[in-house]
């Protein structure tokens, strides 16, 4: 009868010892100090993580009393296997409970990034503290936290919002360009048509321009240099300047002498002003940039051609 139940006490030690560490494993980590004034609970957000989720750990250190009654050392990382820190964050919250007492609580979440499927652990944390009162010093201690990693879930919200921006950006790639063809297109006809007649200077380097200088052209670089040489070519010939071989600065000088509007001055001043700079510099010219300075010399030459209409007009009046 004696060893009958001995045997039975033996086997019921036996399955608890077996059984107990895997259900600790499983659960959250709660301890106590000797005391049990002060409590240590560990847990993660979710014991089963997609690859591309994260696991969130939270650590709570409470006790009853207010916030300053316990001295927290400083916690040290958790030592992980298949985890990634990415980041943490730490709060103190100070409680009135339904009694009127009072419970602080100390909370400290981290943020970990698996690195495989399979299975992540979380070891065991330990917490020092003491009591200011009276210097007692203790730890506290968790159980080591098991996470399943499983395989990664479609990130469609992601997706669709790339896709979004790709349709949005080739909406505006492609008004742009249709916009440079279409004028580009209307001024070759309107030079074929006024082929056969008597243009003057400035129409003749606006066609210039037109068949010259693509604006669609990819090598923004060479456009700015034939831009470059457009201006200064119809300079020479319209006012007998040489602009050619001038610097900016005797450019300006010599149309300060002609008759020319303050606005169309200040204009070609400001266009030299960025052929230099983009010249010296040796950067990469900008498309904003390059078109301001093309917008700047068609709108100059356009005046130019139109005070040249208008003096036509008047002489045959006349």
Not at 194 to 216: F, M
Request: hydrophobic share 40%; proline share 3%; with cysteine.
């Amino acid at each position: 009868m004696k060893k009958s139940y001995c045997k039975k006490m033996m086997m019921l030690i036996w399955f608890v010892s077996l059984v107990l560490p895997f259900h600790m494993l499983a659960s959250d980590s709660l301890s106590m100090s000797a005391d049990q004034q002060i409590l240590l609970n560990t847990y993660v957000e979710k014991s089963k993580v997609p690859l591309n989720g994260n696991v969130i750990l939270h650590i709570e250190v409470s006790w009853p009393g207010k916030l300053n009654r316990y001295q927290i050392e400083p916690v040290s990382q958790p030592i992980l296997t298949n985890l990634l820190l990415e980041g943490s964050g730490s709060e103190n919250r100070l409680l009135t409970l339904e009694d009127g007492s009072l419970k602080a609580i100390k909370a400290i979440t981290y943020r970990f990034r698996p690195l495989e499927m399979g299975m992540a652990y979380i070891d065991g944390i330990v917490i020092r503290y003491s009591e200011r009162e009276t210097g007692d010093e203790e730890n506290l201690s968790s159980q080591r936290i098991m996470i399943e990693i499983l395989e990664s879930l479609p990130e469609r919200s992601s997706n669709r919002f790339q896709a979004v921006i790709y349709i949005v950006l080739f909406i505006i790639f492609f008004g742009i360009t249709t916009y440079f063809i279409l004028k580009y297109f209307q001024k070759k006809k309107q030079v074929r048509q006024n082929g056969n007649s008597e243009i003057s200077l400035a129409e003749s380097y606006l066609n210039k321009l037109t068949q010259e200088v693509d604006p669609r052209g990819t090598n923004l670089s060479e456009m700015i240099i034939r831009l470059s040489k457009i201006l200064r070519d119809y300079l020479d010939q319209d006012f007998k300047i040489p602009a050619k071989e001038l610097s900016t600065e005797e450019i300006v000088s010599s149309l300060k002498n002609i008759d020319l509007e303050d606005v169309d001055l200040e204009n070609l001043a400001a266009v030299f002003e960025k052929l230099d700079l983009i010249k010296f510099s040796g950067r990469t010219v900008d498309p904003a940039e390059f078109t301001n300075i093309y917008g700047a010399i068609e709108n100059f030459l356009i005046k130019r051609k139109q005070q040249y209409d208008s003096e036509k007009a008047s002489a045959k009046e006349e």
